[in-house]
């Protein structure tokens, strides 16, 4: 199948076939010429189009001044040589000066335009050619003339706005998507990652005790059902976009995990966060949340103690241990980096220390809920 021929670029569509209709008005003017003036003003007809047509090509390209150029040289003949009605011509170089998108070339094509209009008018007038009347006739053009250059380079800037817009909202889009992505692999890290490494705990524990106490395997295997409906209860949260959780909750839910794990719980400080914003409670009970986990996981201990200080500025959490102390070299593993992560978001701030254990403190900066 053949393609079909496009004189003009296909971008631009059929708008650059419809100026093509005030080629008509000079053809028509030339037939009253004779001789070589009348073949020179159809070779410089023929030229302007061609000029015309590469405009359209070369935009953006070192060509496209040079053609700009001849088009106004060609007008500029026939203004001065031929007749000065062949000035509506400037139609078609305005329409291109307003194509520039640098301020310095497009000042310089547009002082060629008002060149290339005024020239003729002034010249004409000085060689008593043409009437004041018939160079006031065509002055509401010229000035439409110079005013559509600025209209076309505001509506090109405009759409070239439109369109960095349209990318930079594509950009927030992609960044969005993995971000989301980020906080769900976060989110899951910190809701099922301390019940699965309990349930792990658990399943060994069960392995040992099977045949020397059926009561405690009992027991411990109903333990690991409650724990594996409360990991399924927070997946479902977490596909319905996790529902927010207060730190009452959350201290209530370390007890019970930590009771399971064989630690035991020490919780000193204030018990009443109600004046502490929803927001910062999720974030405070999640970083809270992973802060057990890894002791769960890592530490090896036997008790765990939390104390929560609340002053006029700030939060002080102190999470510690009675474990093995966290090594240097994983002081942030991808845990405490999301828990740093998290806090950020707050203006919080996590320190790691080694004292009889680990010792995880949390500052947060308090914003009170609005009364």
Not at 59 to 80: D, E, H, K, N
Not at 190 to 212: E, F, N, P, V, Y
Not at 293 to 298: C, W, Y
Request: net charge positive; glycine share 6%; proline share 3%.
């Amino acid at each position: 199948m053949k393609k079909a021929i496009s004189i003009f670029p296909k971008q631009f569509g059929f708008f650059p076939y419809i100026f093509l209709v005030y080629i008509i008005m000079p053809f028509l003017t030339l037939l009253k010429e004779s001789g070589i003036k009348q073949l020179i003003g159809y070779s410089m007809l023929v030229l302007f189009v061609a000029a015309y047509r590469q405009l359209f090509s070369s935009l953006g390209r070192g060509s496209f001044t040079y053609w700009l150029i001849v088009q106004m040289a060609v007008i500029l003949i026939y203004s001065l040589f031929y007749d000065i009605s062949y000035i509506y011509l400037g139609f078609f170089p305005a329409n291109f000066v307003g194509y520039y998108k640098e301020k310095t070339k497009f000042n310089r094509a547009f002082c060629g335009l008002l060149f290339m209009l005024l020239l003729p008018c002034l010249y004409r007038l000085f060689a008593d050619t043409v009437s004041i009347r018939e160079l006031f006739s065509i002055l509401p053009f010229q000035v439409i003339m110079l005013i559509s250059p600025f209209g076309i380079r505001s509506m090109f800037r405009r759409i070239e706005l439109e369109t960095k817009l349209d990318q930079a909202n594509e950009q927030i889009k992609e960044l969005s998507k993995r971000e989301e992505r980020v906080r769900i692999a976060r989110d899951l890290h910190d809701t099922l990652g301390h019940t699965l490494s309990l349930l792990t705990l658990k399943s060994q524990l069960i392995q040992r005790l099977a045949a020397s106490d059926p009561e405690r395997t009992r027991l411990e295997a109903k333990e690991m059902e409650t724990s594996s409906r409360a990991a399924l209860k927070q997946v479902r949260e977490l596909v319905s976009d996790m529902r927010t959780v207060t730190m009452t909750e959350e201290l209530a839910n370390i007890q019970h995990i930590l009771r399971a794990g064989n630690i035991t719980f020490e919780y000193e400080g204030d018990d009443d966060f109600t004046a502490i914003s929803p927001v910062t409670q999720n974030i405070i009970s999640m970083c809270m949340r992973e802060a057990v986990t890894n002791i769960i996981k890592h530490s090896k201990a036997t008790h765990c103690a939390i104390s929560i200080t609340q002053f006029v500025d700030k939060m002080r959490i102190v999470i510690r241990d009675d474990g093995k102390g966290a090594a240097k070299e994983k002081t942030f593993g991808n845990g405490l980096r999301g828990m740093e992560e998290r806090l950020m978001l707050i203006e919080g701030g996590l320190t790691l220390s080694a004292h009889k254990g680990t010792v995880v403190t949390l500052t947060i900066p308090l914003i009170k809920k609005a009364e």
